[in-house]
């Protein structure tokens, strides 16, 4: 099966075409909680991206290939719970209908000479996903991917009543710079859902000395929440925090994301975002050998709540 060139519709596409706003396209295809849209305006939505094909998979470069491997690349991607998890569903499934997975790190022209050396039924390059600028749309977007992920973070926080909340990254880009700015953008296209200020980012380093100043300024500009680009960059925020003296979730709240699975020793607890990738791996597995099972459990994510999020403190002013 030759792969496709045309262009990957994203929700400004829908948007642009069922006559709505980015916001809109967002919360209908999301199913957020709380939001009166009237049912012909979601049926509008909804219609717009089944007619322009707004992917919801991640299984998208098929190659017709003499093995029964589905090659995964990860382009330099890190390895959490995530990815771990995405990777033991993908491997079950294929496995229960006589196919194996093959993993590979690297990308570029080191990555088509493995493919071409294993001939793989099928290959879902996910560095390439999320390095691309649509992103978003690969891997099911406002439905069930990355955005749906980032905006289920957000409402955390603006449900508690923090209406300036900030994005915590690390210092460094770890080799992954595409996907710490895509975390950025739907960050800030959640808050704009959301009808909150624009996020405020602030670079957490490993250096336990270096995180003060940036997380003081973005307090001094009213920040009450901070989302994590992952846990580790959120658990640099409580102790920064602790540095500066500020009381968590008293003063400030703070939410990881991808639920490392530490998250219950560090002080106070985190609270974090936890992604179900089994169900994802499960998919995209079919997807890649053309399966398709009506009983099968859908994708999702969920909050895993501890001690770090609490309520917005009441302003003095």
Same mark, same amino acid.
Request: no cysteine; glycine share 10%.
């Given at each position: 099966?030759?792969?496709?060139?045309?262009?990957?519709?994203?929700?400004?596409? +829908?948007?642009?075409?069922?006559?709505?706003?980015?916001?809109?396209?967002? &919360?209908?295809?999301?199913?957020?909680?709380? #939001?009166?849209?009237?049912?012909?305006?979601?049926?509008?939505?909804?219609?717009?991206? #089944?007619?322009?094909?707004?992917?919801?998979?991640?299984?998208?470069? &098929?190659?017709?290939?003499?093995?029964?491997?589905?090659?995964?690349?990860?382009?330099?991607?890190?390895?959490?719970?995530?990815?771990?998890?995405?990777?033991?569903?993908?491997?079950?499934?294929? @496995?229960?209908? /006589?196919?194996?997975?093959?993993?590979?790190?690297?990308? /570029?022209?080191?990555?088509?000479?493995?493919?071409? !050396?294993?001939?793989?039924?099928?290959?879902?390059?996910?560095?390439?996903?999320?390095?691309?600028?649509?992103?978003?749309?690969?891997?099911?977007?406002?439905?069930?991917?990355?955005?749906?992920?980032?905006?289920? #973070?957000?409402?955390?926080?603006?449900?508690?009543?923090?209406?300036? +909340?900030? &994005?915590?990254? =690390?210092?460094?880009?770890?080799?992954? =710079?595409?996907?710490?700015?895509?975390?950025?953008?739907?960050?800030?296209?959640?808050?704009? !859902?959301?009808?909150?200020?624009?996020?405020?980012?602030?670079?957490?380093?490993?250096?336990?000395?270096?995180?003060?100043?940036?997380?003081?300024?973005?307090?001094?500009? /009213? +920040?009450?929440?901070?989302?994590? &680009?992952?846990?580790?960059?959120?658990?640099?925020?409580?102790?920064?925090?602790?540095?500066? /003296?500020?009381?968590?979730?008293?003063?400030?709240?703070?939410?990881?994301?991808?639920?490392?699975?530490?998250?219950?020793?560090?002080?106070? !607890?985190?609270?974090?975002?936890?992604?179900?990738?089994?169900?994802?791996?499960?998919? @995209?597995?079919?997807?890649?050998?053309?399966?398709?099972?009506?009983?099968?459990?859908?994708?999702?994510?969920?909050?895993?709540?501890?001690?770090?999020?609490?309520?917005? =403190? #009441?302003?003095?002013?």
């Amino acid at each position: 099966m030759a792969e496709s060139s045309r262009k990957t519709p994203t929700i400004r596409d +829908i948007a642009r075409v069922s006559g709505v706003s980015a916001t809109t396209v967002s &919360f209908v295809l999301n199913d957020t909680a709380g #939001q009166t849209i009237p049912l012909g305006t979601r049926d509008r939505v909804r219609n717009a991206a #089944q007619e322009l094909g707004y992917p919801t998979t991640l299984a998208r470069a &098929f190659r017709e290939g003499a093995t029964r491997t589905v090659v995964v690349a990860t382009g330099g991607l890190p390895r959490g719970t995530a990815l771990d998890s995405f990777l033991d569903g993908l491997g079950s499934e294929l @496995a229960a209908h /006589g196919h194996s997975v093959a993993v590979l790190p690297s990308s /570029g022209e080191a990555l088509d000479r493995m493919i071409d !050396a294993i001939s793989p039924r099928a290959v879902i390059d996910l560095g390439a996903i999320y390095a691309g600028a649509e992103s978003d749309g690969l891997d099911g977007g406002w439905i069930d991917g990355l955005a749906s992920h980032t905006l289920t #973070q957000a409402v955390h926080l603006v449900d508690r009543g923090h209406a300036r +909340i900030a &994005f915590a990254r =690390p210092s460094d880009d770890h080799g992954i =710079p595409a996907m710490i700015a895509l975390r950025e953008r739907h960050l800030r296209e959640s808050a704009r !859902a959301l009808d909150i200020a624009p996020p405020v980012t602030v670079a957490m380093p490993e250096d336990p000395d270096a995180g003060t100043a940036g997380l003081a300024e973005a307090i001094s500009r /009213g +920040i009450t929440g901070v989302a994590g &680009f992952d846990d580790d960059s959120a658990a640099r925020v409580l102790r920064a925090a602790r540095s500066l /003296g500020i009381r968590v979730p008293d003063d400030l709240s703070v939410i990881g994301f991808d639920d490392a699975g530490w998250g219950t020793y560090t002080s106070p !607890a985190l609270t974090t975002v936890r992604i179900e990738a089994v169900a994802y791996g499960r998919r @995209a597995a079919r997807d890649a050998l053309g399966v398709v099972d009506a009983t099968a459990v859908a994708p999702s994510s969920h909050i895993i709540e501890r001690g770090s999020t609490g309520s917005a =403190p #009441q302003s003095t002013t």
